[in-house]
Structure formats: C-alpha cells, structure tokens
C-alpha cells in the first residue's frame, strides 16, 4: 500500500488543521493505520491509531482531547482533526500502516509509511 499525507500548514495556536492520508491498493480498509510526528532533533513519536473498522483507537497523552483519528475506508483515507493546537504540536506528521495486529503505538510495527506534511504552529 502507498500513503500520502496532507494538509499540513502554518497555523496560530489554538487554531486547527486538518490531516488526510490517501491510501492506495484495494485492501485499505484491512489495515490498522497510524499518524506519527517527529519535531526537528527530536525522535519520532506516536500520535494516533485506528483499527481498520474504526472501532478501536489510540491516542497519546499529548494529544488526547484535542486529536481525534478517522477513516473512511470507502474513500481509502484516513484523517487526522487537530483542534487547540500548541507549538508544541509543530512537526512533520506521517500515516502509517501495518497489514495486522491491533491499534499499536510503536512505529516499528507499521510496515508502510507515506511522506509527512509539515505542521507549523505559532505562538
């Protein structure tokens, strides 16, 4: 499977973005998928995860009630809603997917990996 990222941008803090990754290939909607950030000098961390029915996530301590992660699988698309963003939050952002297993937080169990979008927040 190929991932794409995008909608990455500049954004003031508090503000929002929205995140979307394309999926190629026609068994998309068996993948569990995540979203990952690595800030500069930093190593990459996890953000969200999402079965492939959506009916199991994950999401960091960093990002919990201010991320929500979804999918349609109809569209092989998968999404990233970021509310109340913090600089903190700058980072180049990737989607991830692995062919098995449940939601993980470990970017060593996803198989496939798509170009990250930046997010730029100001304070």
């Known amino acids: 499977v190929q991932l794409q990222a995008s909608g990455g941008g500049l954004v003031q803090a508090g503000g929002s973005l929205r995140l979307s990754c394309a999926a190629s290939?026609?068994?998309?909607?068996?993948?569990?998928m995540g979203w990952f950030r690595q800030a500069p000098v930093k190593e990459r961390e996890d953000v969200a995860a999402?079965?492939?029915?959506?009916?199991?996530?994950y999401y960091a301590d960093s990002v919990k009630g201010r991320f929500t992660i979804s999918r349609d699988n109809a569209k092989n698309t998968m999404y990233l809603q970021m509310n109340s963003l913090k600089p903190e939050d700058t980072a180049v952002y990737y989607c991830?997917?692995?062919?098995?297993?449940?939601?993980?937080?470990?970017?060593?169990?996803?198989?496939?990996w798509g170009r990250g979008t930046l997010v730029t927040v100001s304070s």
């Open positions: 991830s997917a692995r062919r098995y297993g449940s939601v993980s937080q470990r970017p060593g169990t996803y198989e496939y």
């Open positions: 290939g026609r068994t998309f909607s068996s993948y569990t």
């Open positions: 999402i079965a492939w029915s959506g009916d199991s996530t």
